[in-house]
């Protein structure tokens, strides 16, 4: 056996094991012990989303979507097992003042995408299960697809194929869609062009269609389903008026590492909010997870009151309110794997618990 191959096979029996072995502390009871402990009581579970699949998105990106199917399953699961889903602000005074209910849940969704507005919102509302959105909101009022989404989405949607067509974008003529590699390097190509151009969001958007004309793509089909999409102006308004916490994500999804640009995108992204909804956003949500130890005190000046990250665990009294953990679920997570988190024996026996959502 070659030392790869044994490596290789050594990673399998580890990740085997791990699975077989919270299999069996579901079987034994584990599950339900912890999760009506004193010790799970005093912990708060922030459970993370990000877009439910219009169409087959969660097989582009499975740590980034889930079908509806899959989200209305575990709703059901918190449902049945009685957890306590409490809105993010009275979930983070609770944690606080000691007085949390039994097996507490918040539900988080970040980027506020239009999956979220058709799919996900009316579903939570059956349930009745309050809910934050952590919008971004460049897009909000550009109403086109995000830029390097839509070009990744419509690469993989071609992929397995060479096509030549590059020069027409400014980019290296031949486009080998074969490999994630391959695909990612050309969606930088595009991205950093468009950066050195200093291309607008419109100007963008004629790139992505001329690039799904090379792809004989129907750009305007896909524009209207709406894939990779935020909400509008007048789809945030509505979820905001029938009850969804809508809070701060940046206005263009990036922390940039000097202050006053950091700040920036904070204030421009809070007065997107406030001009749709009405309402003063506080808390915060670290775009894809990143957070650097200065952003906190810049976090502080303008007066956010919590943030959360991409970091797995279940926030406690003594959690710094500005790194508060979540876990990401999605498609990739299997029902017990979610099951194991909601009860609280994930955060107990999960090995590699950061490097396990990284994105
Ligand atoms: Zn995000």
């Known amino acids: 056996m070659s030392s790869r191959f044994a490596v290789f096979v ?40 990000h877009g439910t699949s219009l169409e087959d998105e969660h097989l582009w990106r499975p740590l980034l979507y889930i079908t509806p199917q899959k989200l209305e399953q575990r709703l059901e699961y918190l449902k049945n097992e009685q957890y306590s889903v409490l809105p993010l602000a009275d979930g983070l005074q609770r944690l606080h003042s000691g007085t949390l209910p039994p097996r507490s849940v918040v539900l988080t969704f970040d980027d506020g995408t239009y999956d979220f507005f058709r799919q996900a919102y009316p579903l939570l509302k059956r349930f009745g299960f ?66 050195r151009e200093n291309r607008t969001g419109p100007q963008k958007g004629e790139i992505a269609a001329q690039l799904a004309r090379v792809l004989r793509i129907d750009y305007d089909q896909l524009r209207a389903k709406r894939i990779v999409q935020l909400m509008n102006a ?28 950091f700040r920036k995108e904070i204030q421009d992204n809070r007065a997107a909010i406030q001009k749709v909804t009405g309402t003063q956003p506080v808390h915060f949500c670290y775009p894809s997870g990143v957070h650097q130890p200065a952003f906190l005190a810049w976090l502080r000046k303008e007066l956010v009151l919590s943030a959360t990250t991409c970091d797995a665990g279940l926030a406690t009294r003594r ?25 609280g024996v994930g955060s107990l026996v999960a090995v590699r618990r950061k490097a396990a959502q990284r994105r």
């Open 10 to 49: 050594g990673i399998l029996m580890l990740t085997s094991l791990r699975l077989a072995t919270i299999a069996a502390l579901r079987k034994f009871g584990a599950f339900s012990l912890v999760a009506n402990s004193n010790w799970r009581q005093q912990r708060l579970l922030i459970l993370c989303y």
């Open 130 to 195: 309050p809910v934050t959105v952590y919008q971004t909101t460049y897009y909000t009022s550009v109403e086109q697809p995000i830029f390097n989404l839509i070009c990744s989405y419509m690469l993989w949607k071609l992929r397995g194929e060479v096509i030549s067509g590059g020069k027409d974008l400014g980019i290296s003529d031949l486009l080998d869609l074969r490999t994630d590699s391959s695909r990612v390097a050309i969606v930088r190509a595009l991205v950093e062009l468009s950066e």
């Open 234 to 261: 007048r789809e945030l308004q509505e979820i905001a008026n029938n009850g969804v916490d809508v809070q701060l994500h940046t206005h263009r999804h990036r922390t940039p590492e000097d202050e006053a640009l």
């Open 319 to 343: 959690t710094e309110s500005l790194l508060l953990p979540r876990f990401i679920d999605h498609q990739n997570r299997t029902q017990l794997e979610f099951e194991s988190w909601v009860t």
